[in-house]
């Protein structure tokens, strides 16, 4: 509603279109859910109107197929990876309007172990890298880092990101 999504596709087409892969998916998934119950709604239209006795026997059918639609997709809906990925996207909404997230103790557990690989001295460099939401939270890593120690790039190994 807000148009992000065309200001992500206009900045990464790549990223964007994973955005709407994982929607999408989502979306496909709970459609045939959504079209069983409309006619669910539409069965209790007609107890409701003159359907009679045979609408209400049409309401817990077609409760009990729109489950089993559900279940039956849910394997292919996991392989996909369509609940992680829909599941972990309003944390990292909140974690980027800058709230109090359950990321908060992984920064922090991330930063601390930053500052003791540079301070150990025993590699050439010190990299921190995240992937698909770690992404995200790798620079945070380095933000926390930073705050906790401000001087941990002008002394010790090289440390990049």
């Not at 459609?31 to 026997?57: I, K, Q």
């Not at 150990?120 to 120690?149: C, K, M, Q, T, W």
Request: aromatic share 12%; charged share 20%.
């Amino acid at each position: 509603m807000s148009g992000a999504i065309f200001r992500v596709l206009r900045a990464s087409p790549y990223f964007g279109l994973v955005l709407l892969y994982f929607q999408t998916m989502l979306i496909w998934w709970l459609a045939p859910v959504g079209r069983r119950r409309m006619a669910h709604r539409a069965a209790a239209t007609r107890v409701f109107g003159l359907g009679g006795w045979a609408a209400w026997r049409a309401v817990p059918s077609a409760s009990s197929r729109r489950i089993a639609i559900f279940f039956a997709l849910r394997p292919l809906a996991n392989r996909l990876f369509l609940i992680q990925i829909n599941n972990h996207w309003p944390y990292l909404c909140e974690f980027a309007r800058g709230e109090a997230t359950c990321f908060d103790a992984p920064i922090e557990a991330c930063a601390q172990r930053v500052i003791a690989a540079v301070r150990a001295n025993d590699a050439d460099e010190v990299i921190v890298v995240g992937h698909s939401g770690g992404g995200a939270l790798a620079p945070a890593v380095i933000v926390r880092a930073l705050e906790l120690d401000p001087d941990i790039g002008r002394r010790g190994r090289r440390w990049c990101w």
